[in-house]
């Protein structure tokens, strides 16, 4: 993770074929416009932290998960198990780097109509959210929304126009990653501002406040060799937020092909770069437990081992494994593991698990790392759980085993 890290999420989410902008988005056709029609959204101007009353502690476990736009062709909302998830949301649309509002092209549009009607059909209804950003790029253009009122207050409306038009039950940022710490106060006034703004909406129109949520970095501050030293606003956070998801994965992948590396550890007896740590350091910052929601992946990373004999944690590599990139989707490695009589270990040290077939090594979570982790979460107070993505389980049976890990 240092700065090699960062880049990670850009270089090969990007060209990951799910997990990749490309499928989700398209360029907004000339005359189509950016925001729907609507009564307008009134925005104050800068709100000072001070006048406002910290959002509410979840009043249940959050069981949430991605669900990609560019599935839609093979895995559309109407495919998803929705008793095993209490949360989805719509990932991603993006901001126009001009005039900060949201793009929603037609495709868009009909799919959050379809996302949206699917979920709230479901008995009991699955809360719709929508997330905007991803992985895939567009943080200058957050960093120059973020930079001053009027442009915050011009995202902002949008934000909220957008999901009153889809009927969307609340909204969510990825932001990867403010840079510095000048861009992570940015970050703190806009989550101050758009939170003041779902309330007066909420107040004035008589509906319910829309949820505000972020998908973060796993730890509440950047600390490894190479990065720039800064936290996040933890202090605004906690106040504006009804919860953070921390991205407790990519912990080692395709930026370094030297050695194999458990992609989302629980824990590290080596280094801080793990999952126990990254959510303890939130409550840490200041995050009240139940606002910190515990990220778990549906996919795994693969190295090609240098010698089949040596497939421990950390043996040497020579590349990237099997898959697109390095990356297998869980339903892909179990059946890699299946036709190829891979042996799979459940590593206590880490809680993680990996599997080797020949010179092929993947890292990866199953249900009984899952369940490991859910225990974590439940006996340090957490709110909950969410999956990148909903789309790549096995028959749903992590998800299933997730649910049912956290009803026990």
């Not at 000048?182 to 939170?195: N, P, V, Y």
């Not at 824990?267 to 990254?278: A, F, I």
């Not at 421990?312 to 179990?334: F, H, K």
């Not at 890699?336 to 077939?357: K, L, M, R």
Request: glycine share 8%; proline share 8%; with cysteine.
């Amino acid at each position: 993770m240092a700065s090699g890290f960062i880049a990670f999420l850009i270089l090969t989410i990007s060209s990951f074929p799910f997990i990749s902008r490309a499928g989700a988005y398209r360029a907004a056709p000339a005359a189509s416009p950016s925001s729907p029609a609507g009564p307008p959204v009134r925005v104050p101007a800068c709100v000072p932290s001070a006048a406002m009353a910290p959002v509410p502690l979840p009043s249940s476990a959050i069981k949430a998960g991605y669900w990609p736009s560019g599935l839609n062709s093979t895995s559309p909302p109407s495919s998803i198990n929705l008793s095993y998830f209490t949360h989805i949301y719509y990932a991603f649309v993006e901001l126009d780097n001009t005039s900060f509002e949201l793009v929603v092209t037609p495709s868009d549009a009909g799919m959050l109509a379809d996302f949206t009607a699917t979920l709230h059909a479901h008995d009991p209804p699955i809360k719709a959210m929508l997330s905007i950003g991803g992985g895939g790029g567009g943080g200058d253009t957050f960093a120059n929304m973020a930079t001053n009122c009027s442009t915050r207050s011009a995202f902002i409306r949008s934000t909220i126009a957008v999901a009153r038009e889809y009927n969307l039950d609340g909204l969510d940022l990825d932001w990867e990653f403010p840079a510095n710490p000048e861009k992570m106060a940015s970050l703190g006034d806009l989550f101050m501002e758009w939170r003041d703004a779902i309330s007066r909406e909420a107040a004035e129109t008589g509906r319910p406040s829309l949820l505000l949520t972020s998908a973060v970095y796993f730890a509440s501050h950047f600390f490894l060799p190479g990065d720039t030293p800064r936290s996040y606003p933890a202090d605004q956070m906690a106040v504006s937020l009804d919860w953070i998801n921390a991205m407790c994965y990519d912990y080692h992948g395709s930026w370094n092909t030297s050695e194999t590396g458990a992609p989302a550890a629980l824990y590290d007896p080596n280094s801080n770069v793990s999952t126990s740590y990254g959510l303890t350091s939130w409550v840490e910052a200041g995050i009240p437990p139940t606002k910190v929601v515990m990220g778990l992946p549906l996919y795994g990373r693969t190295w090609k081992l240098k010698d089949p004999a040596d497939h421990g944690i950390g043996a040497p590599a020579v590349g990237l494994g099997p898959g697109t990139d390095g990356v297998m989707l869980y339903s892909e490695v179990v059946d890699f593991n299946t036709e190829n009589n891979a042996t799979q270990v459940d590593d206590e040290i880490t809680v993680s698990v990996y599997s080797y077939a020949g010179t092929s090594w993947i890292g990866y979570d199953n249900p009984w790392s899952v369940t490991r982790k859910i225990d974590f979460a439940q006996e340090h107070g957490l709110g909950g759980y969410f999956f990148w993505a909903v789309g790549y389980d096995k028959d749903w049976s992590i998800s299933r085993r997730a649910w049912d890990a956290w009803q026990s």
